[in-house]
């Protein structure tokens, strides 16, 4: 067996088993890179534009006034272009418990509660199932590596690859072809995002030298790493407190007038809390390493952050993988090549299936459910929980927990209904594509009726585009879901079976 054919056997099976997860983790992602407008999107209260007038103090003052528990650490975040709110978060102390709020601009009350666009984000890294998924994502991204890679092998035709699309072939060539261009399209894309999302959390996959240099202290490990300012809680009520507000004055001083970003306060009310500022800026690919730390009671600076080499190299790929820079464009471009990863991975799914199903081989059934369960699945139980968002009370106590329930019960029962109807797959696509339509189409009218100024014709004479481009995003999708239902409805039409070369990766 050549080389090129070895490979063909590893492409095929490494891609094909993790498929359906890379699929959920790619989709997740790619919608996350408007997770902001999404949240905003998600949120009425923002619809309008209103500046926010809140300042730290007064969230401090917030949570003083309405958590008792005593914390271990609190972190808040001011308005930005995107985020036009203070966001505020706390971890109650000797526990891990963890409580988020968001202050609505014009009452300076926390917002009704909603997952927002960060359910996308969480969904992508880890599943929402904490470290244990952030390990199964880990897994699937080295799969993803070892895919592209044995890809390239394989396909000694890359260039030609490129510019070769032909949906009339028969469905395995066609398929093929769609694999390929997807793939020869978003290589370079594909390849550096895998990379940078298996190294984002190296430290948590290898933890032993951490553990072992450090005595098991972890936290330690990374405060050296990151050049930062740690210390213990003493557990002695502070005299005082130093303002929030004057320490973020300072800051700006000190960053010739740059902005402030996350600001964190550790043991806070104790004799030994410590304030940290963060500088932010969305310009860079990598965030600025000068966080400031003071001393929670005096305000007296204690450190300037001073970050390793190494550490800087990790942040700017991690920041490169996450895609908080350069603007609207560069996060279109993310949006546009994870949405051809999701394509080749479709193509590839589909190849596989072409050509087994000519054989009648065992499994064709399980592959079919699967793919009608998660590659329409998936994209339908998002429309849901966007559903769910405009309809679910806001009084209701868990509104958040609702909306999730409403994505998973969603899926779950388009998941049931793939299974169902597995040996029908040219009928269960058209009617899930025009479910989607309806689904897609409904959003922006829905929108319309149930917000004051978050409709399209509101936002398009108010010029917002980031509002907007969720609803035309939405009508573009359900046109798009309209106008495949439609062809998928039409009979088809045999085709001629053609002699020709059989290629290498036909050929598994």
């Keep these: 067996m050549s080389l090129r054919q070895s490979m063909a056997g590893l492409h095929t099976w490494g891609g094909l088993l993790p498929s359906w997860l890379l699929y959920v983790i790619i989709f997740a992602g790619t919608l996350a890179c408007f997770d902001k407008e999404l949240e905003r999107w998600m949120r009425p209260a923002l619809h309008q534009g209103v500046a926010s007038s809140m300042t730290a103090d007064q969230v401090r003052d917030w949570l003083e006034a309405n958590v008792s528990d005593e914390l271990h650490a609190f972190w808040m975040h001011g308005p930005t272009s995107r985020e036009p709110f203070w966001r505020l978060g706390w971890e109650v ?37 904490g470290t244990l998924g952030m390990y199964i994502v880990g897994l699937a991204g080295m799969f993803m590596l070892v895919a592209l890679v044995s890809g390239v ?7 030609k690859d490129f510019f070769t699309l032909r949906p009339n072939a028969n469905g395995q060539r066609a398929w093929l072809d769609a694999h390929n261009l997807f793939g020869v399209i978003g290589f370079p894309f594909h390849l550096v995002l895998a990379y940078t999302g298996v190294a984002i959390f190296v430290a948590t996959y290898m933890p032993a030298g951490a553990q072992v240099a450090y005595n098991s202290n972890v ?34 001083q000190h960053w010739g007038g740059a902005e402030p970003g996350w600001i964190s306060v550790h043991h806070p009310g104790d004799e030994a ?36 080499a190494g550490y800087r190299a990790y942040t700017w790929l ?18 546009l090549l994870g949405f051809a990863g999701c394509a080749m991975l479709v193509g590839g799914l589909q190849v596989w299936l072409a050509k087994r199903e000519a054989r009648g081989t065992a499994g064709i059934g399980l592959v079919r459910a699967l793919n009608g369960g998660v590659f329409v699945g998936l994209p339908l139980a998002s429309l849901a929980l966007l559903w769910g968002n405009r309809l679910i009370p806001a009084d209701l ?12 019960g969603s899926w779950l029962l388009l998941a049931l209904w793939a299974v169902l109807r597995r040996n029908q797959p040219r009928s269960l696509l058209s009617q899930q594509l025009a479910l989607g339509a309806v689904l897609a189409l409904g959003l922006p009218l829905v929108n319309v009726l149930t917000t004051s100024h978050g409709g399209l014709p509101s936002s398009l004479l108010r010029g917002d585009w980031a509002l907007a481009g969720i609803d035309l995003f939405l009508l573009l999708c359900g046109l798009l879901c309209a106008l495949c239902a439609w062809r998928c409805g039409q009979p088809q039409q045999a085709q001629e079976p053609r002699a020709r070369r059989v290629l290498v990766e036909e050929a598994l």
Aim: glycine share 8%.
């Design 273 to 308: 809390g410590v304030v940290d500022i963060r500088r932010f800026d969305s310009s860079r690919i990598a965030p600025p390493l000068e966080t400031l730390s003071y001393d929670d009671a005096s305000g007296t600076l204690l450190n300037v952050q001073n970050a390793s």
């Design 153 to 159: 092998i394989i396909h000694r035709r890359i260039f």
């Design 219 to 252: 936290e330690q490990f990374f405060s050296d790493v990151m050049g930062a300012y740690n210390r213990e809680g003493v557990h002695k009520p502070a005299a005082q407190q130093a303002s929030l507000n004057e320490l973020v004055e300072r800051s700006r």
């Design 318 to 335: 991690a920041g490169l993988h996450m895609a908080q820079f350069g603007g609207t464009l560069v996060r279109l471009m993310y949006l």
């Design 93 to 129: 102390d000797k526990t891990e418990e963890m409580h988020n709020v968001a202050f609505d601009p014009a009452s300076q009350q926390p917002m009704v509660e909603t997952l927002g666009g960060g359910f996308f984000f969480e969904l992508h890294y880890n599943l929402h199932g």
């Design 397 to 408: 106590t868990e509104r958040a927990t609702a909306e999730g329930w409403v994505f998973v």
